[in-house]
Nanobody
């Protein structure tokens, strides 16, 4: 019904930048929230940043001042601009979207397949 396609991961040196993109497609009536989570090896998945349709934002403390989340509602796309990357940012980054499929329906949560970000010299 709904697919999330992520792109933009890769290998970057410490201090470098990457921009992740996630486009939602399918039978979408509206998207309430879009977010980025990450999971490092041996660790639990954590919420990195989220953006609501109202414009409300959230960042995990480790991302504040370095990462910026934004969205293009017309394209159902969310972005994560990551600057001043550190080795501890190395993880698989997952896109998440809370999607309403029709008027009056309860939103469903959807996940992307993940994109690997490696920060290393």
């Amino acid at each position: 019904q709904v697919q999330l396609a992520e792109s933009g991961g890769g290998l970057v040196q410490p201090g470098g930048s990457l921009r992740l993109s996630c486009a939602a497609s399918g039978s979408i009536f509206s998207i309430n929230v879009m977010a980025w989570h990450r999971q490092a090896p041996g660790k639990q998945r954590e919420l990195v940043a989220s953006i609501f349709s109202s414009g409300s934002l959230y960042y995990v403390d480790s991302a504040k001042g370095r990462f910026t989340i934004s969205r293009d509602n017309a394209k159902n796309t969310v972005y994560l601009q990551m600057n001043s990357l550190k080795p501890e940012d190395t993880a698989v980054y997952y896109c998440y979207a809370g999607v309403t499929l029709r008027v009056g329906a309860v939103p469903n949560g959807y996940w992307g397949q993940g994109t690997l970000v490696t920060v290393s010299s």
